[in-house]
Each structure stands twice: as structure tokens, then as C-alpha cells.
């Protein structure tokens, strides 16, 4: 963009000079405003006495009322205040030196630091690129989890989803994935967390290797639903700003489920119908929305990993079921394998990366196949070897899963201080691979039971 088109864009975003209206009534999180002439998502301001402002965004309007929300406690706000327009379209400060650094879903640091310096503004609702202009997905990223790495690999520019429950680990996974990653910058969304998961998450699970090449952006559960549907765009336009310089960056973003159930608390409160479920339509054209902007340009990459809280553990779940249809592949974290100590809980029979067949070469394709027909094997068969109920020798299938089973096993765990590279796991699968081959050519040499003689009987003749 030119520097004259970049002063006319500037000027059509600014806001208009002297826009005002006056509240007219409080209603729960809803404040209406009457004369206030304001777009849907632009940023007010109600001055309640002296110099103290509450600072609103515009969710919706009807006639001549307009309806805000406030992005913090309404106390003090009463009818006939005067409502400015602050801003008309919202940005965020982007700059090198927000790496390392905890913001808020406005871009304002909360670590105690001094405010980074910021190069540009990037506007935090913005559309996706087009779809001819992006590039096609053809080369893996690492995450470090070397099952995933190996039997659900990830492509730079590739949208994934983490679907799990509650405690199955996503939040130690996501700081494995942010220390070990081969990205260039990482950029962490956390929508809805407890305060005290943040200090916890930053201490704990991403350290002070992972905060060095992260940027967070936080809304926790006690702010606005305003700003916790903002956090995630926010961070995605942060994202953008590293992506046009060129880098590859990995966006994660926990969790797209509380984003969409704040975002349902802001059409409820604007009128809108509940539709599937208690959720209105605002929700499912939000999630596209912020979903769609994560991809690979001619400049750089965003990998987007978006968590998912599936309630019940059922995948059919409305917010489960329509981010999997946007999505292109999906991690299942399940209870039973976490339930057995076995982490991450990655269920592979039940996860799928629609890109991996794009990424990897054939030799790493056909080790994948091998080692999840195992698995699937044994999906079937493990109930009856629990119970005793398989007499080996029975079927060479279920004989080679058997056997197989430990090594397997052991592949698909990981400790929290193991880092695994996309090389080393393709490695380990491939020689995986190699031994599940080798016992089953021993198995083919081998008699099975029931075999016949290797000398035939003679013939009994006819009477």
C-alpha cells in the first residue's frame, strides 16, 4: 500500500469529530444510548463525573437507540451521560518488542513492563487473505510432540483444532508446543482462563524459553465478554504483522469455545434469537471470521492451533461441530488414554490432518499407514486380551499388534522436557515402521497352527 492510500485509509478509520449521544437506560451488561450515530464495533466512551470514563463497544443498534456493552463494571453509569465516540474502527500497536511480553486484548502490556514500542497500528477486525492469494500448503512445521509430529503432521499455514475435555492436559501441551516448535514467533491467545492459570501457564508450562519467541494476549474470565471475543483477534492481528515480515508463526489459541460463548453473551444481550442450542447466528459466522485469517501468503505463514472444550466429551457438540467443518484436521485428546498415564493423550485413531498426505514424503506416508493400522487393530482386539479371551496363534494380525503394542506405546508418550523435531520423529516412525515390517515377513516364514503336513497322505482308494 502506498504512503497516500495508507493517509486515506487512515482518514476514512478515523473518527468522526464531536459524535455523541446520551444514555438513555441500563439493562444487565446492555446500555442504550439514544442520538449516538456509531457503527456496530466501534469504541465509546460515557463520562459518569470528573474525569472517570467506562469505556463501551458498540454491539448493535435499532432506530435510533444504540445498544454497548461495557468493557468493565457499568457501577456509576446513569441516564443522560453523554456518550462520545472514542474510535470508529479498533487497532492494535505492533512492533518487534512486544515479543516476551503478557498483553491485554486492547494490545496494553500487563506484565509490568514498560509499554513496547510499536511500529505500526493493524486493525484488530480485518478479512482473511483472498483465497487466490494464498500458497499452497506444502511444507511441514514442527511442533515438538512427536506424535503429532509423525502421524498427524502439521503444514506451515495449516489450521488445526485441539478437541479434549477438561484436564487431559491441553495447556501443557500448548507450552510443549510453544518451547519446542520450529516457528519463528509465537503468538498465545488465552480466552476465559483463571487469573491464576496465567502465572501458572507462563511459569510452569511455556518457561522462559518459550516466553522469549511468544507474544500473550489475555482476557481472563472476570473481564467483559467484549474483550474476551476481542483476545483472539487481537492476537491473530499480531500475528499478521509478524507474517507480513516474512516470518512463520505459530498462532494457538486457547479456546475457541469460550471465545464463542462470549460472543453468545454479546448477541443475546443485542437481541439476537438463540438458535442451536442457546448459541445465535453471530457465533457461527464469528468463528469463520477468525479462523480464516490464519493461513500461508507469499510473505510468511500462520499456523493456527485452536483448542476446543468439548462439553461431555461429545463431539457433536454445536461450537465442536462447526469448528471441525472449518478446520483442516483435528487432535482428539482423550480421557481414557489420559486416564491410563499415558501422555499426551493423543487418541490417533480419532484425529486427522487433511494436509499431511501434502507435506511428507512417501516413505514417512506409508510408516504412518503401517503403525496406525496397528492401532486400529488393537482397538478392536483390546478388550479380549484384557480379559484373557485370545488364544495366540489364532490370527497373525492380532499376534503382530500384540507384539507390537510396548514399542508402539512407548512411541506415542513423551515427556514434558523432551523436545521432539519433525526430523527425529519421521526417524523414529520410520524405524518403527521397519520392525512391524520385519516381524511380520518372521511371522509369513514361519508355520502358523493348523498347518498341513509337509508330506501329503496317500490317496484311500475307492471301494
Given at each position: 500500500?502506498?504512503?497516500?492510500?495508507?493517509?486515506?485509509?487512515?482518514?476514512?478509520r478515523?473518527?468522526?469529530?464531536?459524535?455523541?449521544?446520551?444514555?438513555?437506560?441500563v439493562?444487565g451488561?446492555?446500555?442504550?444510548?439514544?442520538?449516538?450515530?456509531?457503527a456496530?464495533?466501534?469504541?465509546?466512551?460515557?463520562?459518569?463525573?470528573?474525569?472517570?470514563?467506562?469505556e463501551?463497544e458498540?454491539?448493535?443498534?435499532?432506530?435510533?437507540?444504540?445498544?454497548?456493552?461495557p468493557?468493565?463494571?457499568?457501577?456509576?453509569?446513569?441516564?443522560?451521560?453523554?456518550?462520545?465516540l472514542?474510535?470508529?474502527?479498533?487497532?492494535?500497536?505492533?512492533?518487534?518488542?512486544?515479543?516476551?511480553?503478557?498483553?491485554?486484548?486492547?494490545?496494553?502490556?500487563?506484565?509490568?513492563?514498560?509499554?513496547?514500542?510499536?511500529?505500526?497500528?493493524?486493525?484488530?477486525?480485518?478479512s482473511?487473505?483472498?483465497?487466490?492469494?494464498?500458497?499452497?500448503?506444502?511444507?511441514?512445521?514442527?511442533?515438538?510432540?512427536?506424535?503429532?509430529?509423525?502421524?498427524?503432521?502439521?503444514?506451515?499455514?495449516?489450521?488445526?483444532?485441539?478437541?479434549a475435555?477438561?484436564?487431559?492436559?491441553?495447556?501443557?501441551?500448548?507450552?510443549?508446543?510453544?518451547?519446542?516448535?520450529?516457528?519463528?514467533?509465537?503468538v498465545?491467545?488465552?480466552?476465559?482462563?483463571?487469573?491464576?492459570e496465567?502465572?501458572?501457564?507462563?511459569?510452569?508450562?511455556?518457561g522462559?524459553?518459550?516466553?522469549?519467541?511468544?507474544?500473550?494476549?489475555?482476557?481472563?474470565?472476570?473481564?467483559?465478554?467484549?474483550?474476551?471475543?476481542?483476545a483472539?483477534?487481537?492476537?491473530?492481528?499480531?500475528?499478521?504483522?509478524?507474517?507480513?515480515?516474512?516470518?512463520?508463526?505459530?498462532?494457538?489459541?486457547?479456546?475457541?469455545?469460550?471465545?464463542?460463548?462470549?460472543?453468545?453473551?454479546?448477541?443475546?444481550?443485542?437481541g439476537?434469537?438463540?438458535?442451536?442450542?442457546?448459541?445465535?447466528?453471530?457465533?457461527?459466522?464469528?468463528?469463520p471470521a477468525?479462523?480464516?485469517?490464519?493461513?500461508?501468503?507469499?510473505?510468511?505463514?500462520?499456523?493456527?492451533?485452536?483448542?476446543?472444550?468439548?462439553e461431555?466429551?461429545?463431539?457433536?457438540?454445536?461450537?465442536?461441530?462447526?469448528?471441525?467443518?472449518?478446520?483442516?484436521?483435528?487432535?482428539?485428546?482423550?480421557?481414557?488414554i489420559?486416564?491410563?498415564?499415558?501422555?499426551?493423550?493423543?487418541?490417533?485413531?480419532?484425529?486427522?490432518?487433511?494436509?499431511?498426505?501434502?507435506?511428507v514424503?512417501?516413505?514417512?506416508?506409508?510408516?504412518?499407514?503401517?503403525?496406525?493400522?496397528?492401532?486400529?487393530?488393537?482397538?478392536?482386539?483390546?478388550?479380549?486380551?484384557?480379559?484373557g479371551?485370545?488364544?495366540?496363534?489364532?490370527?497373525?494380525?492380532?499376534d503382530?499388534?500384540?507384539?507390537?503394542?510396548?514399542?508402539?506405546?512407548?512411541?506415542?508418550?513423551?515427556?514434558?522436557?523432551?523436545?521432539?523435531?519433525?526430523?527425529?520423529?519421521?526417524?523414529?516412525?520410520?524405524?518403527?515402521?521397519?520392525?512391524?515390517?520385519?516381524r511380520?515377513?518372521?511371522?509369513?516364514?514361519?508355520?502358523?497352527?493348523?498347518?498341513?503336513?509337509?508330506?501329503?497322505?496317500?490317496?484311500?482308494?475307492?471301494?
Amino acid at each position: 500500500m502506498s504512503r497516500v492510500a495508507e493517509q486515506l485509509d487512515t482518514i476514512a478509520r478515523a473518527a468522526p469529530v464531536g459524535v455523541s449521544g446520551r444514555v438513555k437506560a441500563v439493562s444487565g451488561l446492555t446500555i442504550t444510548a439514544a442520538g449516538l450515530p456509531a457503527a456496530v464495533g466501534a469504541a465509546c466512551e460515557i463520562s459518569i463525573g470528573g474525569d472517570r470514563v467506562v469505556e463501551a463497544e458498540v454491539i448493535g443498534f435499532r432506530d435510533d437507540v444504540a445498544f454497548l456493552m461495557p468493557l468493565s463494571d457499568p457501577l456509576g453509569v446513569a441516564g443522560g451521560q453523554v456518550v462520545r465516540l472514542a474510535k470508529a474502527h479498533l487497532k492494535v500497536g505492533v512492533g518487534p518488542d512486544l515479543l516476551g511480553r503478557v498483553l491485554d486484548a486492547r494490545g496494553r502490556p500487563i506484565d509490568g513492563g514498560a509499554r513496547p514500542t510499536t511500529l505500526a497500528a493493524y486493525p484488530i477486525f480485518r478479512s482473511a487473505p483472498a483465497a487466490m492469494q494464498r500458497r499452497g500448503i506444502d511444507a511441514p512445521l514442527s511442533v515438538g510432540i512427536r506424535s503429532i509430529n509423525a502421524l498427524l503432521s502439521v503444514g506451515l499455514g495449516q489450521r488445526m483444532g485441539l478437541f479434549a475435555g477438561t484436564g487431559v492436559g491441553k495447556s501443557v501441551l500448548l507450552g510443549m508446543m510453544a518451547r519446542y516448535t520450529s516457528a519463528d514467533v509465537n503468538v498465545i491467545a488465552l480466552v476465559g482462563e483463571r487469573g491464576r492459570e496465567l502465572r501458572a501457564f507462563i511459569d510452569n508450562d511455556l518457561g522462559p524459553a518459550g516466553l522469549r519467541k511468544s507474544v500473550i494476549v489475555v482476557s481472563t474470565s472476570d473481564e467483559s465478554p467484549v474483550l474476551r471475543a476481542r483476545a483472539i483477534f487481537t492476537a491473530t492481528a499480531i500475528a499478521e504483522y509478524f507474517r507480513d515480515r516474512g516470518a512463520n508463526v505459530l498462532l494457538l489459541a486457547d479456546s475457541i469455545t469460550r471465545t464463542a460463548m462470549a460472543q453468545r453473551q454479546i448477541g443475546l444481550a443485542a437481541g439476537e434469537p438463540p438458535a442451536t442450542k442457546g448459541y445465535p447466528p453471530s457465533v457461527f459466522s464469528l468463528l469463520p471470521a477468525a479462523l480464516e485469517r490464519a493461513g500461508r501468503t507469499q510473505n510468511g505463514s500462520i499456523t493456527g492451533l485452536y483448542t476446543v472444550l468439548v462439553e461431555g466429551d461429545d463431539l457433536t457438540e454445536p461450537i465442536a461441530d462447526a469448528a471441525r467443518g472449518i478446520l483442516d484436521g483435528h487432535v482428539w485428546l482423550s480421557r481414557r488414554i489420559a486416564s491410563r498415564g499415558q501422555y499426551p493423550a493423543v487418541d490417533v485413531l480419532e484425529s486427522v490432518s487433511r494436509v499431511m498426505i501434502d507435506v511428507v514424503n512417501p516413505e514417512h506416508a506409508a510408516a504412518a499407514q503401517r503403525v496406525r493400522r496397528l492401532l486400529a487393530t488393537w482397538s478392536e482386539i483390546e478388550d479380549l486380551v484384557s480379559i484373557g479371551a485370545y488364544a495366540s496363534g489364532s490370527n497373525a494380525e492380532f499376534d503382530l499388534t500384540i507384539q507390537m503394542r510396548p514399542a508402539i506405546e512407548a512411541f506415542l508418550r513423551q515427556p514434558i522436557t523432551e523436545a521432539s523435531s519433525f526430523e527425529q520423529s519421521r526417524g523414529m516412525l520410520i524405524g518403527l515402521a521397519a520392525e512391524i515390517a520385519k516381524r511380520e515377513a518372521a511371522q509369513k516364514r514361519a508355520p502358523t497352527m493348523g498347518s498341513p503336513a509337509t508330506t501329503a497322505r496317500p490317496a484311500t482308494a475307492k471301494r
